[in-house]
């Protein structure tokens, strides 16, 4: 077997958004395709929620009122096979708590093995991980929307009483989802998206509101690799910070940092830098010698 040359394949994405109900999953998962590709298609188990934008995207919908992990694993292969560009799953969290989903499955095998947790997931974790395989193997970019539910935890107050707190949101899919995608993203009520976790530098940490197609050309130039990206990462607040406290240590003037901000990195304030304009500047600031007061 002759070795070949090798080259590099353009990667596919595979994007994870979770949220709460009208936080922009949907919404977002489409601008994003938009982005990513032409032949969009979408697996809809909200009744018709995606087709409610056919006039804001163009897209095909298969709707699905059963949830069965079967059911999703037939809809993604035949996507691939009909060549669509992006496959949005909007939503995952059905084929786990849906009508025949994963949980229900088990729950009606556990019935027939007289309470056996063991035998009940038996041979509803392999169908659970063939659907994760064909998310993974699909020959289109897929997003896959998770609905949250807020996650709690017994604790105890000062007094040792056992409370319930909240402590953040959690998809409703099996545990450990989320790390099956190279792009995971929370979205909030004001429609916030919020990337958590991420092998793409340039997206770490970013938050950004109202997500457009900037986002999409910056998941493509990383999946193509090495082309100029798009989005910056923004200034932190620690960085205010240390500008602040810069500023009152050297006395400076609001004039005076302006004039500095200007000279390293052409924008006059901090506010419209990004994170590495930010850190230049910061630099300047600290090597400026404040000569007149001396
Ligand atoms: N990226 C976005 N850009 C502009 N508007 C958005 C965006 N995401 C959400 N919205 C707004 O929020 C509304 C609800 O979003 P939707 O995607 O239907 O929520 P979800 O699918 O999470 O229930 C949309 O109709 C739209 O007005
Ligand atoms: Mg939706």
Redesign the pocket.
Known sequence: MPFQKASKKQAKARIG?I?????????????LATGLGEKIAVIDT?HG?AS??ADKFEFDVLELDNFHPQKYIDAIKEAGALGYDVLII??LSHAWAGTDGALELADKNSVKYGGNKFAAWRDVTPLHNKLVEAIITSPCHVIA?MRAKIQYIQTQDDKGKTIIKKVGLEPIQRDGMEYEFDIVAD?DID?N?IISKTRCDVLDGLIIN???KDLAETINAWLTDGAEMKIKRPITQEQIEKVKNLQQEKGLSKEELKIIATNTTGKHSLKEMNFEEAEKFIKAVKEYNNFEGQ
């Open positions: 958004l949220g709460p109900s009208g936080s922009g999953k949907t919404y977002t998962a489409l601008t909200e929620s409610k934008y909007d939503s929307t979205m429609h998206l109202k997500p457009n």
